[in-house]
C-alpha cells in the first residue's frame, strides 16, 4: 500500500482523535452552567449537547477553511504530512493533560500553536501565512474580553428588567430556559470546534496531494461531526466541575446571561471564519456575569488558574509540536 496514503489515513485518525477529546473536553464548557443549577440532569444535558454539536458540526465549513489556509501554506511544506501529525500529537497531550487535571484550557490555542511550532521547525518562520496566523490570535485574544464585557451587560440588563421580580419564580422559569440556551451554545459550539478537526484532514489532504482546493469534503464533515458528538457523549465531569462551580456560585439567571453571551459572540466568530477558544469565551462569560451579579462572588484564584493556563497553552504547544517533529524528522524523514 502507498505510503502516502497509510500516512494521511494516519493523520485522519489523529484528527478525529483530537475531535473526539474535543468532545468531552471543550463541550462540557457548553453544558456546565445548566447542569450545575440543575436545568438539565448530566445525562440528559449530555445527549442535548451531542446532538446539538453533530448538528452544528454539518452546518458550516468557514473556519475549517481558515484552519487549513490560513496559518500555513500547505505548498510550502516540504514535509507537510509530518507536520500536520507532529501538530495532532502535540494538540492531543495538551488537552489530555489539562482535561486529567481539570482546567478548562484551549483546543483552539493548542492547535493552532502546534500547528505553527511544527510548521517552523520544518521550514522555518517563513512557512507561516503571518497575516493568517495573526488574525487568528488576535480573535482569540480578543473573544474573551468581549465576552466578559457582554456578560457584564446583558446581567446587568436582567437586573434592571427583572429587579421587582419574584427571585424564586424567576429562577424557575430562567431554570425552564436555560434548556433551551444550552442547546444554542452547543449548536454554536459544534459551528466552531468541529470545524478545527476538518480544517486539519483537509490540510493533510492537500499537502499530500489528495486535494486541491480547501472545500470541506462530505465524508471529512460527517465523521468530525460524529466524533465529536461520541466525545461529547463521554462527558467531561472534571471541566464541567471547575466551570460550572469553581468560578461562581450560578443560579438559572446566572446561567442563561452567560449562555446568551458566549452562544453570540462564539456564533458571530463562525460567521466571519474565524476559530475561537469555546473555552474562553464561556470561562469569560460567567466571570463577566458574575462581576456584574457580584464582583465578591467570583472565585478568582480559579480565574488566575485558568488566565495562567491561557497564557502558556500557545508557545508551550508551539515548542512541544517543533520538538515532536524534530523527532520524527530524526526517525523518518532524514
Known sequence: MDSLFIITAIIVILALGFDFINGFHDTANSIATSVSTRALKPRHAIILAATMNFLGAITFTGVAKTISGDIVDPSTLEHGSYVVIAALLSAIAWNLLTWYFGIPSSSSHTLIGSIAGA???????????????????????????????????????FKVVFKKGNLAKTNRRFRHMQIATAALQSYTHGTNDAQKAMGIITLALISSGFQTDHDVALWVKLSCAIAMGLGTSVGGWRIIKTVGGQI???????????????????????????????????????????TSHRKKGVKWGTAKRMLITWVITLPISMAFAALIYTILDFLFIK
Open 119 to 157: 510548521a517552523i521547525a520544518s521550514v522555518g518562520f517563513g512557512g507561516i501565512e503571518t497575516k493568517g496566523f495573526l488574525k487568528i490570535v488576535q480573535a482569540l485574544l480578543i473573544s474573551p474580553i468581549l465576552a466578559f464585557t457582554l456578560g457584564f451587560l446583558v446581567y446587568g440588563i
Open 248 to 290: 461562581m456560585k450560578i443560579r438559572p439567571v446566572n446561567g442563561v446571561a452567560a449562555d446568551l453571551t458566549s452562544a453570540a459572540i462564539i456564533f458571530g466568530a463562525t460567521a466571519i471564519h474565524l476559530p475561537v477558544s469555546t473555552t474562553h469565551v464561556i470561562s469569560s462569560a460567567i466571570m463577566g456575569v458574575g
